[in-house]
């Protein structure tokens, strides 16, 4: 069972950025895409940023909420996932889950972090 541990949240202003880290128990190269996706009080979890691996590093998505403002970056070297939040909005809150998936004889199976919580004041 691979398992995704996510670091970085925390508390800041509006305006204010964080980074946010995920180091999964197996190797980056062994998912298809990894990325982040949050849930705020009350709505429902959504996509923020995703990588789609490649040979060269993969290339990402972003909501558009957060494009431009956010990026998603692989360190194969540290074998870890980062998502760069900057001007972050009151609206940023919410909970951070970093997410990855294995494709493996035709099935796809999805893993989840606990989730690490981001509170943007302003």
């Known amino acids: 069972q691979v398992q995704l541990r996510e670091s970085g949240g925390g508390l800041v202003q509006s305006g204010g950025s964080l980074r946010l880290s995920c180091e999964p128990s197996?190797?980056?190269?062994?998912?298809?895409?990894m990325g982040w996706y949050r849930q705020a009080p009350g709505k429902q979890r959504e996509l923020v940023a995703v990588?789609?691996?490649?040979?060269?590093?993969?290339?990402?998505t972003y909501a558009d909420s957060v494009n431009g403002r956010f990026t998603i970056s692989r360190d194969n070297a540290k074998n870890a996932l980062h998502l760069q939040m900057n001007s972050l909005k009151p609206e940023d809150t919410a909970v951070y889950y970093c997410?990855?998936?294995?494709?493996?004889?035709?099935?796809?199976?999805?893993?989840w972090g606990q989730g690490t919580q981001v509170t943007v004041s302003s």
């Open positions: 197996a190797s980056l190269f062994s998912f298809n895409e």
């Open positions: 997410h990855a998936d294995q494709k493996l004889s035709g099935r796809t199976y999805d893993f």
């Open positions: 990588i789609v691996d490649s040979v060269d590093g993969g290339w990402p």
